[in-house]
Structure formats: structure tokens, C-alpha cells
């Protein structure tokens, strides 16, 4: 378990490191740079702000330069506003989180409890509905569900405000980034649970006279878990982050805005910070999903 843990922290770096290149030398491969589109500023000014900001290097030095300072744990600051790049991740992290782990919540807790009720009543009337609903949500992009819930719950109803700073109000952005992850979860339950509920221990647990409710949420569901978990590793990076079109559709100023706004104005080292920030939670959660098998699964070995 050691030796397999540390040998995963090792890949986990490698990726980082081989996504921080892609991103950067992509990034410069573009033509143009961070200070062209300023009207005012002339050509000395602009070399100048080059030669300050190490942009007037040789590509393979820069990325050296800059890994090196975030080896040091700098990350820079914005070539657009000037401000610390880690004081605008942590005022716009939050935001993202607070929505990822709320919307992440609601799509387990659902996605489970829907998927078991369409297993246990297989070819009835609740199944059919279930899977009338999770296949129309898979196949319906997540900007249009956004754009419909605002226009119908803000615009159309005035039920609910798309987004302040109170937390009451968040229960649109919630629900667009976590119905299409409930969805998928709900129909991996559901085949997940008929497949160990036709297993052999099943049958014996059955006779040997155990409770049906332990049968089914002891052993049956506990089995079907693990490809769920498969699953809700990378789910949960990736909704943690906030999704930038809900976040750009409900003007929420999350880190998924933020990363969008560094692209619009060629703000590398906002792009470099925000991706390698981004590339460690998914890794880290991928970590702790193999490491979570175990303890569901005491038969899979981990080498």
C-alpha cells in the first residue's frame, strides 16, 4: 500500500509537470503576446514590460524561470492587473468550490438512491421514468440546461435570484452542475446493482435468511460502489473547479471565470497558475479514488 501510494505521488508530479510544459509552450507557440493588444503603449514600452517580465527570453528559459518560482511557491502575478496570482485564486476558489462540493453532494446522494430504485424495480414504471429523465439530462448540454433554468426560475417564474453573495441563491448554479453528473451516476448505479445483485453471495446471503434490506444495502450495493467510484474521483476535481460556461451564464466571478478571462487576454502567468492549480486537484483526487477501492474492497490488491 506504501510503495503503491508513493509510486502514485511520483506519476501525479510527472503529469503535472508534463501538463505545466504542454500548456506553456502551446501558449507561446501562438502568435502575438500579452502586451499587443495595449493601444497606448509603444514599442519600447512593450519591450520594456517583456524584458520585466522575462517574455524576451528564449521559450525554454521562461519555463525554467517560471518553474522554478513556483518550485519557491510564487506563482507570479497577473501581466494584465498586476495583482498576485495566488490572492486571485484564493478569492475565486472558494466561490467555485463552495458550488462543486454542493452540486457534487446532491449528484452522489441522487444519483445513488435513483439508481438503486431503478435496479430493485427493474421494468417498472419508476426504472422507465428514471431512465427517461437521466437519458433527456445526459443528452442535453450543460449551457442549455443553465440557460433554461435561468430563464424559467429568474426570468419567467422569479422563483429564486441566479446568483449573489448570499448562499441561498445558489441553488441554480447548484442544480446545472449537478444534474448531468446525476444522471450518469444514477444509470452506473443502476448496472452496477443489478450485476451484484446477481451475484452468488447474494443468492447465499438470501439463504441463508439475512434481512433484504442488509442484502441489498450491505452487500449488494456496497459491491456496486465501485465503479461508481471510478467515476466520482474525477467528477468531483472536475465540478470542484466550478464549470466555466454555468459560472459565465450565471456571472459567477469563480476561478472558472477567472481562467477564461487569463485566455481572452493571453494573461500567461494567470493560465499557467490556474492550470497547474487545476491539474493537481484532478490528480489528487484520482489518488484518493484508488486509494478508496481498498476500503471498499478488501479483495483488490494494489501494486
Request: with cysteine; glycine share 6%.
Amino acid at each position: 500500500m506504501v510503495k503503491y501510494t508513493i509510486k502514485r505521488i511520483l506519476l501525479a508530479v510527472l503529469t503535472i509537470i508534463v501538463i505545466s510544459m504542454i500548456t506553456f509552450f502551446a501558449m507561446n507557440a501562438i502568435p502575438g503576446g500579452p502586451f499587443n493588444s495595449e493601444k497606448a503603449a509603444s514599442p519600447t514600452v512593450i519591450a520594456e514590460l517583456e524584458k520585466r517580465y522575462n517574455l524576451d527570453k528564449p521559450v525554454g528559459v521562461q519555463y525554467i524561470l517560471y518553474m522554478k518560482n513556483i518550485l519557491k511557491g510564487e506563482f507570479g502575478v497577473s501581466l494584465k492587473t498586476g495583482r498576485k496570482i495566488s490572492s486571485i485564486i484564493g478569492e475565486s476558489f472558494p466561490i467555485s468550490a463552495k458550488l462543486g462540493l454542493c452540486a457534487a453532494i446532491v449528484a452522489i446522494i441522487s444519483g445513488i438512491i435513483l439508481g438503486s430504485i431503478a435496479a430493485l424495480m427493474r421494468n417498472k414504471w419508476p426504472d422507465r421514468l428514471i431512465v427517461f429523465l437521466t437519458t433527456l439530462i445526459t443528452a442535453m448540454p450543460s449551457f442549455v440546461m443553465a440557460t433554461l433554468l435561468l430563464y424559467y426560475f429568474c426570468m419567467k417564474l422569479g422563483w429564486v435570484q441566479a446568483w449573489t453573495a448570499g448562499s441561498h441563491n445558489i441553488v441554480l448554479p447548484v442544480l446545472a452542475l449537478s444534474l448531468s453528473p446525476m444522471a450518469y451516476i444514477t444509470r452506473l448505479t443502476k448496472t452496477s446493482m443489478l450485476d451484484s445483485l446477481g451475484q452468488d453471495y447474494i443468492r447465499t446471503a438470501r439463504a441463508k435468511g439475512v434481512p433484504q434490506l442488509k442484502v441489498i444495502f450491505v452487500h449488494g450495493l456496497r459491491n456496486a460502489l465501485i465503479p461508481v467510484i471510478t467515476y466520482v474521483g474525477p467528477m468531483v476535481a472536475a465540478i470542484l473547479t466550478g464549470s466555466m460556461v454555468v459560472e459565465s451564464i450565471f456571472t459567477i466571478g469563480g476561478l472558472g471565470s477567472k481562467f477564461v478571462s487569463g485566455i481572452t487576454n493571453r494573461d500567461y502567468t494567470l493560465i499557467m497558475a490556474t492550470t497547474i492549480f487545476l491539474a493537481t486537484i484532478m490528480v489528487i483526487a484520482n489518488l484518493i479514488t484508488d486509494l478508496v477501492y481498498k476500503l471498499i474492497d478488501p479483495r483488490i490488491s494494489l501494486d
